[in-house]
């Protein structure tokens, strides 16, 4: 499974980043607003930092918007992928970039419905937001099960992107479901790494390594 890293923060990515972990990024207006800096500035520093997949989410609510800002934003970088909402003019959309070769990442996917309407439409991939759906009661990963079965069993070549990732268990759970990528946000990564038997097991290493002659 990919691991892609959903933030803006570029300090974030540089980080993790650094640690060779990273597949891509996933950025929407929200995580971006939230960075603080200019939309074209954050999406050049990223494209700089990470050589895979970077998904820009369209702002535009017609077919024809979508169309046109995804073609401009296709043009920033090869590794740009267009992010677009499960709508009926986001699969319009969809369906006339996807022909173009531009990859589109279908976004706000909170059924198999819509993850099979995506993948008929030709997006590239598919993002079921499970930690939203675990926020209003639903349980979100039934929703990946759904899809990756549905996929796999029909064939379907589009990549199934687990979204909305709250905690590590989200990150096991989409892994063991066979997903393609997961998108998580910086401090869930930080969590993958620490154990506190890894922090316990240093200290002890280190404490007895100060009693051995270093001769
Ligand atoms: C995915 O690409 C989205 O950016 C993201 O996962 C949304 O997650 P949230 O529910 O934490 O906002």
């Known amino acids: 499974m990919k691991i892609f890293i959903d933030t803006a923060d570029i300090k974030e990515i540089k980080?993790?980043?650094?640690?060779?972990?990273?597949?891509?990024?996933t950025t929407n207006p929200t995580l971006i607003a939230r960075a603080g800096l200019g939309f074209k500035e954050t999406i050049n520093e990223i494209c700089k930092i990470v050589n895979g997949p970077i998904s820009v989410e369209v702002t535009s609510t017609d077919a024809e918007g979508m169309i046109k800002e995804a073609r401009k934003l296709a043009k920033i970088h090869p590794n740009i992928i267009i992010k677009i909402p499960i709508t009926p003019d986001g699969l319009k959309?969809?369906?006339?970039?996807?022909?173009?070769?531009?990859?589109?990442?279908?976004?706000?996917?909170?059924?198999?419905?819509q993850a099979l309407l995506a993948a008929k439409a030709g997006a590239g991939y598919?993002?079921?937001?499970i930690g939203r759906l675990?926020?209003?009661?639903?349980?979100?990963?039934q929703v990946v099960r759904d899809i990756a079965q549905i996929f796999k069993q029909n064939?379907?070549?589009?990549?199934?992107?687990?979204?909305?990732?709250?905690?590590?268990?989200?990150?096991?759970?989409a892994a063991k479901l066979g997903a393609d990528v997961a998108t998580i946000p910086?401090?869930?990564i930080r969590k993958m790494v620490t154990h506190p038997l890894t922090s316990k097991g240093i200290e002890k290493?280190?404490?007895?390594w100060k009693r051995v002659p270093k001769k």
């Open 186 to 188: 910086p401090p869930v």
């Open 134 to 141: 675990d926020d209003i009661g639903n349980e979100g990963m």
């Open 205 to 208: 290493f280190l404490e007895d």
């Open 93 to 113: 959309a969809t369906k006339r970039l996807s022909k173009e070769g531009i990859t589109i990442n279908m976004t706000l996917v909170f059924s198999a419905n």
């Open 155 to 173: 064939g379907v070549k589009t990549k199934l992107l687990v979204a909305s990732i709250r905690h590590p268990i989200h990150v096991i759970e």
């Open 15 to 25: 980080e993790i980043a650094s640690w060779g972990v990273l597949d891509g990024v």
């Open 126 to 129: 598919v993002s079921p937001f």
